[in-house]
């Protein structure tokens, strides 16, 4: 654990393959919060148990089969390290919606960010405490950034166009706020277009009537059930209207769901929102009601 996030107020624990966070003074314990954090659906946190150490309260983290970015990092592939960090912005921005949890009390270094690898989705640690780590949101958004220099340049990914482009996007602007780095790491439009021209055609076919196939034309591609969607799918009620996104980079396509009421199903698996999922020949896709597959040619 970094211990670099301390201050004078708490104390990290190592606890095996978990760990504890002590509150040093009982009045800094925030119980709206903590119990605002048991109860949070979607940014995904740790799960932290309220306990006692020597009279004082102490948050218990479980971490279970989650595993923290730091041990993963040096291996992983690139669409892995896509889906974690477009998770991580993901949980970040869901704790800005929320509206009782703080930015400032989430503990943003790479041994405290856990991975789901199953789904490679991100594990943030909150900490319910009057004390935060962090000023103000400017000063939280300018350590995101600084741990996303830090996670690119630590991956084997670091010499790869794609990311040195994006690391140089990071390093040279003195201030990003979390939208501007949210589209940053989803998306590059030049790197995109470049590999559109020269790879395979995606097709999105339809299985029921009446029959449809839709070319997919460009390497940023709108899916929904409304007329100026690039792909259309009218008339289909449990369809959103910016159902879902179809981004074309490095030669693969990516597939996000919009945060869509009735959920982007793919062979039969819920994706989870804002997380891409890279699309390959015969997969079986559910928007709302509409089943499609996936063609390559």
């Given amino acids: 654990m970094n211990r670099s996030l301390e201050n004078d107020r708490i104390v ?10 002590v509150i040093k003074n009982q009045a800094d314990f925030l ?8 109860n949070e659906q979607k940014a995904k946190l740790v799960p932290g148990i309220r306990m006692d150490f020597n009279g004082l309260p ?11 970015l730091s041990a993963l990092l040096s291996s992983m592939k690139e669409t892995e390290l896509m889906q974690i960090l477009n998770s991580l912005l993901e949980q970040c921005n869901s704790i800005v919606n929320n509206g009782f949890l703080q930015l400032r009390s989430v503990a943003l270094d790479m041994d405290s960010i856990y991975v789901d690898q199953s789904k490679y989705i991100a594990y943030l ?5 009057r004390s935060r780590f962090y000023v103000d949101v400017n000063d ?21 166009f794609t990311w040195q482009n ?17 589209h940053l790491i989803m998306y590059d439009r030049q790197n995109a277009v470049s590999g559109f021209s020269n790879g395979p055609r995606l097709y999105l076919c339809t299985l029921s009537s009446p029959r449809q196939k839709f070319r997919i034309e460009k390497p940023n591609c709108v899916i929904g059930r409304k007329q100026e969607c690039d792909v ?9 209207r910016h159902h879902a996104d179809l981004i074309m980079q490095n030669g693969v396509f990516l597939l996000v769901d919009n945060n869509s009421k009735n959920g982007t199903f793919v062979n039969g698996q819920r994706l989870y929102p804002k ?6 020949e015969g997969d079986m896709i559910r928007f709302g009601n509409v089943d499609m597959r996936v063609e390559f040619r």
């Fill in 125 to 129: 640690i909150y900490i319910p405490c």
């Fill in 31 to 38: 119980h709206t919060e903590y119990k605002v954090m048991q």
């Fill in 166 to 182: 994006k690391l140089s996007k990071l390093q040279g602007s003195p201030h990003l706020d979390l939208n501007e780095m949210r």
């Fill in 275 to 280: 997380n891409p999922y890279q699309l390959k």
């Fill in 12 to 21: 990290w624990l190592n606890m095996g393959d978990n760990c504890a966070v």
């Fill in 232 to 240: 259309a799918l009218l008339n289909a009620g449990l369809v959103g």
């Fill in 58 to 68: 102490m948050l218990y983290y479980q971490m279970g089969s989650l595993r923290s």
């Fill in 140 to 160: 939280f958004e300018d350590s995101l950034r600084d741990l996303l220099i830090n996670i690119i340049t630590g991956s084997q990914l670091v010499t790869q």
